[in-house]
């Protein structure tokens, strides 16, 4: 069993930037990556990034790549997502979830899910 934890969102303005942070837990040995996916009211949830429990293998959706960063921390149960230039449109819930299998851009690709943070950009 595994458990995820999201920090770090808030308000902030268009051009800030922001880190997030996914805490995992529980049987994390079988865990194979983590990806963040985000939702908005009247959206599908949607793929942001990904990072394979290694921490090499990074992977970013089209809207957010450049901008954004995935990495896994020097503690090794924490992945974050660092933020920058963020917009408008990147106002959303955000979610990390965890697999046990292969890394996908797909929320079904994921056994585990956080319960998500706001984050919020104004104009």
């Known amino acids: 069993q595994v458990q995820l934890a999201e920090s770090g969102g808030g308000l902030v303005e268009a051009g800030d930037s922001l880190r997030i942070s996914c805490v995992v837990s529980g049987r994390e040995f079988g865990i194979n990556g983590v990806g963040w996916f985000r939702q908005a009211p009247g959206k599908e949830r949607e793929f942001v990034a990904a990072?394979?429990?290694?921490?090499?293998?990074?992977y970013y959706s089209n809207s957010v790549e450049g901008r954004f960063t995935v990495s896994r921390g020097s503690a090794k149960n924490t992945v974050y997502l660092q933020m920058n230039n963020l917009k408008p449109e990147d106002t959303a819930g955000y979610y990390c979830?965890?697999?046990?299998?292969?890394?996908?851009?797909?929320?079904?690709?994921?056994?585990?899910w956080g319960q998500g943070i706001q984050v919020t950009v104004s104009s």
């Open positions: 990072v394979s429990w290694t921490g090499i293998g990074t």
């Open positions: 979830a965890a697999t046990t299998r292969r890394i996908g851009n797909i929320p079904r690709a994921y056994e585990y």
